[in-house]
């Protein structure tokens, strides 16, 4: 499925305004891993990078700025850490519950990631 294919995004920001930073802070939380003060690992698919951007463009409007730094999967096989481990992406199980009653068959979302991209965004 192409369209579930994610990207992993470095996404750098520099926002001098508390209120503004601690707003990107707590967004980018829900889509990747803070790995530096202002630096996330983003693995997205293509509608949840357009999700992203939208949102952080609201946050931010004016002053600071935000980039976003697509890695391919080569370039990501060739990243170098050093005290943090390799950027992987997580991993997501998704199970059919249609055995139990109480439950309608909807899928639940099993993920290692600490903020698990939900399905009602």
């Known amino acids: 499925m192409k369209s579930q294919e994610t990207t992993l995004y470095v996404v750098a920001y520099d926002i001098s305004d508390d209120r503004r930073r601690t707003q990107i802070h707590k967004l980018l939380c829900g889509y990747g891993d803070w790995t530096q003060y202002s630096l996330f690992e983003c693995w997205l698919t293509r509608q949840h990078l357009i999700e ?27 990243v170098e850490t050093v005290g943090s481990p390799h950027p992987a992406e997580p991993l997501t199980i998704i199970l059919q519950v249609s055995s139990v009653a109480r439950f309608t068959g909807t899928p639940l979302f099993i993920s290692e990631h600490p903020n698990p991209v939900s399905a009602s965004r």
């Open 52 to 78: 992203l951007r939208a949102k952080l463009k609201k946050v931010l409007r004016s002053g600071g700025s935000l980039r976003f730094y697509p890695l391919c999967k080569s370039c990501v096989a060739r």
